[in-house]
């Protein structure tokens, strides 16, 4: 061979044809995608995300606004009728002392004393009015997960069996709560009262350092209480032990949607309210720092934007305690089963633990 020929053997050579006695046999399958989870009501049935769990809370209210709303607005029109009354009497009267050069000042003890005691307070009642919130919205959220309409009556007809375990764990926490308030700004309260211009004010302001930590600890430690008083029809001490067993091991999960949750509730709160305020020139007196400008009627409006903000907001807030309560039994306990099973058969969320 010369020249540009092709070696022996180096050219294309013929494929050799398929054997067409063998039998065929069909691709396999491609793997098929997960089924999605189940999602009778307001929430899929598993471990919640944070989304989900605020979309929830929200999706629960707007699907019950009877029962959730109008529950809210007798807790909180009791509420600001306390907080209207405990600050006419508290911050508006503030005693006042006249300067060398003739200028009104505060006096420094006593604005002390009264704006700690309001804390106190207020702290309880706020304690109060989540924690029966969280209970009613526990009740609405108990059969809306399943996909069950709830009615004013519904949830009436749900919390009555359950009303004093859960006015129980109530006061228990907020007793705990309000104890822990007391407990750190009591010496300079005490301070502030006996005249203590000084001393009283530093020692309450040591205080709310002091009592920071352990009440943010016990109030995110017990704060799924009242939703177990009313889906597992617990007794009060068995509930709270309840609550710690949830949360331990995901109290910082659990603390800081809880935050989340209350900033929400706080800015929805402040902007309804917003208007009231401007109307009834409560802002002026607020900006002026002086208490003493405050009338009536700047109470008054200031009670009455919290009553429409906390209205709307509180419920939100809990429940997301609530769904926050679900989440944790989903992920420790397999609660989505069992609520898949109740929702085929629309019977609640009432399980034993």
Request: charged fraction near 10%.
């Amino acid at each position: 061979m010369t020249g540009w020929s092709a070696p022996e053997g180096a050219g294309p050579t013929s494929p050799t044809p398929p054997d067409l006695s063998a039998p065929w046999a069909p691709a396999p399958p491609l793997p098929a995608p997960p089924p999605a989870p189940p999602r009778p009501g307001i929430i899929p049935l598993r471990p919640l995300g944070v989304g989900e769990l605020l979309d929830g809370s929200f999706t629960a209210i707007r699907t019950a606004p009877i029962a959730s709303l109008g529950i809210a607005a007798i807790v909180m029109l009791v509420n600001q009728a306390i907080f209207l009354l405990m600050n006419y009497l508290l911050l508006r009267p503030v005693r006042t002392t006249t300067s060398v050069d003739g200028t009104t000042v505060a006096d420094a003890s006593d604005a002390a004393a009264r704006v700690g005691t309001v804390y106190i307070v207020t702290a309880f009642i706020t304690s109060v009015e989540l924690l029966l919130l969280t209970g009613v919205m526990a009740a609405i959220i108990g059969d809306r997960v399943v996909g069950k309409r709830v009615t004013l009556k519904d949830a009436r007809a749900r919390l009555r069996p359950v009303a004093w375990p859960l006015l129980r764990v109530v006061a228990l926490v907020t007793l705990i709560v309000a104890g822990t308030v007391a407990l750190a700004l009591g010496p300079g309260l005490a301070a502030s009262a006996g005249g203590a211009d000084s001393g009283g004010p530093a020692l309450i302001g040591i205080g709310f350092l002091l009592l920071i930590v352990p009440v943010l600890y016990a109030w995110t430690t017990l704060s799924l209480a009242p939703a177990a008083v009313v889906l597992e029809r617990h007794g009060a001490r068995a509930a709270l032990r309840r609550s710690r067993k949830l949360v331990h091991g995901a109290w910082w999960r659990v603390f800081w949607v809880s935050l989340l949750a209350w900033v929400i509730a706080y800015l929805v709160t402040v902007i309804l309210s917003l208007p009231f305020l401007i109307f009834g020139g409560g802002l002026s007196s607020v900006f002026s720092g002086r208490s003493d400008n405050l009338s009536f009627i700047n109470l008054l409006m200031s009670a009455l934007g919290g009553f429409v903000g906390g209205t709307l907001a509180r419920p939100f807030h809990g429940g997301v305690s609530a769904l926050l309560y679900i989440d944790r039994r989903m992920r420790a306990e397999g609660l989505d089963m069992a609520l898949h099973e109740a929702s085929t058969q629309a019977t609640g969320i009432s399980i034993p633990s």
